[in-house]
């Protein structure tokens, strides 16, 4: 028997006032940020069951939101760690060495791109342009950027992290 897919009251109230901002029959513009709510209460992933349920809210086919949420990196296709650094890999950040630190995390976590450590804790996501190329290089930890990293700052951020010591929202 499979578990019945559903928002919280509250988070349903708030998807119902998003989709409120926009003019009857334009109910898909609300897609983005209910996409970010699914995400956010269903595990930190969007499963198909999750994309089908917010097709339905939203009165449009699942493939409107397939397309959408497969399209930008923001969204997680598979269950991911408590945190995912999101590595930027684009020209000034390459040239100002990140992958010299997407290698270091991915011999410090053990893991390759795309996958989690076995105590689910981490993700690593290289990323296309994060948009601070004066800063690079840099990881996105949920909705705050790490700028400038060395080694040292991506171990600091790390051990910050297992302590419990680093913001993601």
């Known amino acids: 028997m499979s578990e019945t897919i ?6 349903l ?7 409120a901002r926009y ?3 334009r109910q898909k513009s609300a897609l983005l940020p209910v996409l970010h ?20 809210l939203l009165s449009i086919k699942p493939i409107e939101v397939y397309e959408v949420a497969t399209f930008y990196t923001m969204f997680n296709m598979k269950p991911v760690g408590k ?5 930027c890999r684009t020209g000034p950040c390459m040239v100002c060495g990140s ?28 990323a296309e342009c994060l948009g601070a190329c004066g800063y690079a290089p840099m ?3 949920g909705k705050f ?19 419990g010591q680093v913001a993601i929202d």
């Open 145 to 163: 950027f790490h700028e400038n990293l060395t080694i040292e700052k991506v171990d600091e951020i790390l051990d910050l992290c297992r302590q």
């Open 99 to 126: 992958e010299k630190i997407l290698d270091h995390i991915r011999t410090k976590l053990n893991i390759k791109d795309g996958e989690t450590t076995e105590d689910g804790m981490f993700t690593l996501k290289p």
């Open 83 to 87: 945190y995912v650094l999101e590595v």
């Open 139 to 141: 990881l996105q930890l």
């Open 23 to 25: 003019p009857e029959g």
């Open 13 to 19: 109230a708030q998807v119902h006032k998003i989709i």
């Open 37 to 56: 709510l699914a995400q956010k209460e269903f595990g930190g992933w969007l499963d198909v069951p999750v994309m089908d349920y917010v097709a339905e």
């Open 6 to 11: 559903a928002f919280k009251p509250e988070s």
